[in-house]
């Protein structure tokens, strides 16, 4: 399905259709701009080199470039049930991570413009051939997404490119769209934006992994970007450490947050920084797709979304505090070599297919709010605290510009809870530890008082940019 939409945008693009008559390049990367015509040719050269290498289970190390967006549209003509790799990982960690799902091999992508891939082979006992009941057809191909694993190892969740697509959304305002892929290549937020940006022929800017604030601020501007997906702790990085002169100069329309809790106070920076841009949060997962949309400006969705299933037609509901999930939006199912140590948990009064994403929710009234990854939780001497809570007591402080709150590990309660913090620039740090600790005490249950508070210059992101609560 995506070969056929590539083929439907940019074969008839290249021949000059009136229906497309838009001229903006689809992709800008880091060597400069990429034609519909030079686009064709590197899908084409793709399948080429690959031609014999049909109907099989390929690892792609994905590159957020032009070589990246061309192996992905070819795999679809291939036949390949492909497996989406982090283009960061190491020779051996994506070596593993081929032979733990008895993959054909995997593909390392070129380091240069004019590079080619190059094929690893993983599966001396088994060819790597499709799963029976399987086909090899090329409408048969697939999409695996290996999940960030911040709950166990990474699951491989199976998707079809036509479950992909379904939640893509037809511009039909007939601005055209200039995307920044903020969201790496390889995860499901990733692969939407491309999706988005592809379906409705516009521009997608793909920024190196390694970008800094200041770096995608540029290629908004000098790109005329008007509309960017990212989670909310990528938003926060670029509020607090890009030129904000620059930032506003930015032409952004559509702001996307999704991945993480969005909370009121960014909202609002948001508001404040990009006036006249449209701001919806997004729900979605790997396994489960895109579930819903809101865009009235407040933190959580409706609680009218549990009654009735939501526009994007997913029902949910609460059970045990936990939100379960129905989608048609979701994977074909987890890969055999790739599923979780233990299934999703199934509502027992219910059928299987309710979804146990692990997102704590509270209702409030007419409103249903996030509290954070039951997995996130710290354990202290047998109490419970939820990260998100500590820091958004942390916030309120003056002078606190970004905080992570995570567990640390106690010899004596188990955990302990930990917090780095990013200062305001020339703030006193020992008195703002001092008015930290005074204000969490105030509003905190002694057990989720900071016990161990450590000032950084900027807090890291995980691989999907949001913010990692590892135990240390």
Aim: net charge negative.
């Amino acid at each position: 399905m995506l070969f056929e939409v590539f083929n439907r945008v940019f074969n008839s693009a290249c021949t000059g259709a009136a229906s497309t008559s838009n001229t903006d390049p689809p992709l800008i990367d880091e060597w400069g701009e990429v034609d519909a015509t030079t686009f064709r040719d590197l899908v084409a050269a793709f399948e080429q080199q690959y031609r014999e290498v049909c109907g099989k289970r390929i690892g792609l190390q994905l590159p957020a470039n032009r070589h990246g967006m061309a192996a992905l549209v070819a795999a679809d003509q291939l036949g390949w049930n492909v497996f989406l790799i982090d283009e960061l990982l190491d020779e051996d960690s994506c070596d593993q991570i081929s032979r733990s799902l008895q993959l054909y091999g995997w593909l390392s992508p070129p380091s240069a413009l004019d590079g080619t891939w190059r094929i690893h082979s993983t599966a001396p006992s088994a060819d790597g051939a499709i799963p029976k009941g399987e086909s090899s057809n090329t409408a048969a191909s697939s999409v695996t997404i290996l999940t960030s694993g911040t709950e166990g190892r990474p699951k491989a969740a199976r998707h079809t490119w036509e479950s992909l697509m379904r939640p893509v959304r037809c511009n039909k305002d007939g601005h055209l769209q200039r995307w920044l892929l903020a969201y790496r290549p390889h995860l499901y937020a990733g692969l939407q934006v491309i999706l988005q940006s592809l379906r409705n022929r516009g521009t997608l800017v793909l920024p190196p992994a390694a970008a800094t604030a200041d770096e995608v601020v540029e290629l908004l501007v000098r790109h005329r970007v008007n509309s960017v997906s990212a989670t909310p702790s990528y938003w926060r990085r670029l509020l607090l450490f890009a030129d904000r002169t620059k930032l506003e100069q930015a032409p952004i329309a559509q702001i996307t947050i999704g991945g993480e809790i969005v909370d009121d106070a960014l909202l609002g920076s948001l508001r404040a920084t990009f006036p006249a841009a449209r701001i919806v949060h997004i729900y979605a997962t790997t396994e489960l797709g895109r579930c819903f949309a809101v865009s009235d400006g407040r933190a959580g969705f409706p609680a009218a979304f549990l009654e009735n299933a939501t526009p994007d037609g997913v029902e949910m509901r609460i059970i045990n505090g936990v939100l379960a999930v129905r989608s048609g939006n979701a994977m074909a199912g987890y890969d055999p070599h790739g599923a979780p140590d233990s299934p999703a948990e199934p509502d027992s009064a219910t059928e299987s297919a309710w979804f146990l994403t692990g997102d704590l929710v509270e209702q409030r009234e007419d409103r249903v709010y996030f509290l954070g990854r039951r997995g996130d939780l710290i354990n202290v001497g047998g109490n419970k605290v939820r990260p998100l809570a500590v820091e958004s007591v942390v916030r309120k402080v003056p002078q606190v510009a970004d905080v992570r709150v995570f567990p640390k590990s106690s010899s004596i309660a188990g955990q302990l809870v930990a917090c780095q913090i990013v200062a305001a620039h020339n703030a006193d740090r020992d008195a703002l530890r001092a008015e930290v600790v005074q204000r969490c005490q105030q509003e905190l249950p002694h057990f989720a008082v900071p016990r161990w508070i450590e000032f950084v210059e900027q807090i890291d992101l995980s691989a999907a940019g949001k913010t990692q609560r590892h135990q240390q």
